[in-house]
């Protein structure tokens, strides 16, 4: 079994985005329908993805041990990051910049394993076709069914999901720089 994890340097990150574009966009045997931690096993699947965007530090070990442990790790401009809101608690913050800044260091040393992708936010909204072929790529295990830019059309996340994502629509750039306003 291939397990594909996806963190993030933080809450709102694209995490969830990116979760459910693989659901819809390659052959994914099983899979979360939220949020699972690295210590979640799944049987009997071919490939099993898993979501967990603060999971960053425990996956480096993991990384280490299981070389059918691949991670997407998604790394948005701090900026858009920090003032992102979610719908379930509109009211806060998520994140500061010391903890982005933390989670960088961490991802900087992973990036040394070849199982470790990492993926800017913005290349993902900006073209997900694109950021999908990068990732078929670096796991050709994966077999795609369609194509991240429609998404929106095959796509049939959990409500949890839904609302982190702000409700199911095409993946765009329109959230890219955000935080001027």
Not at 84 to 89: F, G, K, M, N
Not at 112 to 138: K, M
Not at 154 to 163: E, F, L, V, Y
Request: include cysteine; proline fraction near 6%; charge should be positive.
């Amino acid at each position: 079994m291939e397990r594909i994890h996806v963190v993030g340097l933080g809450p709102r990150t694209g995490t969830t985005l990116i979760a459910e574009a693989m659901i819809a966009g390659f052959r994914i045997d099983a899979f979360d329908t939220h949020e699972a931690a690295v210590s979640r096993l799944r049987r009997n699947a071919n490939v099993y993805l898993s979501k967990w965007p603060g999971n960053l530090s425990v996956a480096g070990p993991r990384l280490a041990l299981d070389r059918h442990f691949h991670v997407i790790c998604m790394l948005r401009d701090p900026r858009d990051m920090i003032a992102s809101r979610h719908a379930a608690d509109p009211e806060r913050y998520w994140i500061s910049l010391r903890t982005w800044k933390q989670q960088l260091a961490v991802a900087r040393r992973l990036m040394r394993n070849e199982r470790f992708i990492l993926v800017r936010y913005e290349d993902l909204v900006a073209e997900p076709d694109a950021t999908q072929a990068a990732i078929a790529r670096r796991l050709p295990f994966l077999q795609a069914t369609d194509t991240f830019s429609r998404f929106h059309l095959r796509a049939d996340p959990s409500a949890p999901a839904r609302t982190a994502l702000g409700g199911l629509r095409a993946i765009e750039p329109r959230r890219i720089g955000n935080w001027r306003t």
